[in-house]
């Protein structure tokens, strides 16, 4: 079955981490570029991360720059984010995304299902 899975999310306070992950099964991750997209309450969903397919290169949205990491690790078919220094305006449903380009701007292919991040005190 192809599929992504998103796996991770969890209640966090303000300045925690945490590091989700987006394993793929029923295909092979790396031939993908892979982006992370979010959907906090009351918003659109907008793209946070994307890493290439072609040469690893990476995207931030501005309101993640340096908080925020993406990496990807062919051998376990998964793509993480890790996420520093959280605020509560990151809470969201955070769902990755295949994408059959060099970037995650075309083609898209697959979705996740997501995986919902709370940052609360």
């Known amino acids: 079955q192809v599929q992504l899975v998103e796996s991770g999310g969890g209640l966090v306070q303000p300045g925690g981490s945490l590091r989700l992950s987006c394993a793929a099964s029923?295909?092979?991750?790396?031939?993908?570029?892979i982006g992370w997209f979010r959907q906090g309450p009351g918003k659109e969903r907008e793209g946070v991360s994307c890493?290439?397919?072609?040469?690893?290169?990476?995207y931030y949205s501005d309101s993640v720059k340096g908080r925020f990491t993406i990496s990807r690790e062919n051998a376990k078919n998964t793509v993480y984010l890790q996420m520093n220094s959280l605020k509560p305006e990151d809470t969201a449903i955070y769902y990755c995304?295949?994408?059959?380009?060099?970037?995650?701007?075309?083609?898209?292919?697959?979705w996740g299902l997501g995986t919902l991040v709370t940052v609360s005190s």
């Open positions: 029923g295909f092979t991750l790396d031939a993908y570029s």
């Open positions: 995304a295949a994408f059959k380009h060099y970037y995650c701007s075309e083609n898209l292919e697959l």
């Open positions: 890493i290439s397919s072609s040469d690893g290169s990476t």
